[in-house]
Nanobody
Framework: QVQLVESGGGLVQAGGSLNLSCVTS????????MGWYRQAPGKQRELVAA???????NYTDSVKGRFTISRNYFKSTTYLQMNSLKPEDTGIYYC?????????WGQGAQVTVTS
């Protein structure tokens, strides 16, 4: 059973910050682009940020300048630092490889931003 375990979600006011973590096995982490995906209420899941094995990162336009994705190779952990949060950032955040695999989806981390 493949596991990618997300943590760090919560309830925060607009303008606040949260830091999400995703731990997985090194066999997955070391050979894949890792991504953070978001599913907002009533919307399809979307890729928010991705980080390549070498460390280069890409972001969807709505989070550029506010979110930072990073990876710790010793801990096989992917992070998403979210600053200046907005109510439209509310949703369940999942980590997965990019492109995502259906058998890698975990429980996700709920992020709720209040105005």
């Amino acid at each position: 059973q493949v596991q990618l375990v997300e943590s760090g979600g919560g309830l925060v006011q607009a303008g606040g910050s949260l830091n999400l973590s995703c731990v997985t096995s090194s066999s997955i982490f070391l050979v894949n682009i890792m991504g953070w995906y978001r599913q907002a209420p009533g919307k399809q899941r979307e890729l928010v940020a991705a980080i390549h094995i070498g460390g280069s990162a890409n972001y969807t336009d709505s989070v550029k300048g506010r979110f930072t994705i990073s990876r710790n190779y010793f801990k096989s952990t992917t992070y998403l630092q979210m600053n200046s949060l907005k109510p439209e950032d509310t949703g369940i955040y999942y980590c997965n490889v990019k492109p995502p695999r259906n058998d890698y989806w975990g429980q996700g981390a709920q992020v709720t931003v209040t105005s």
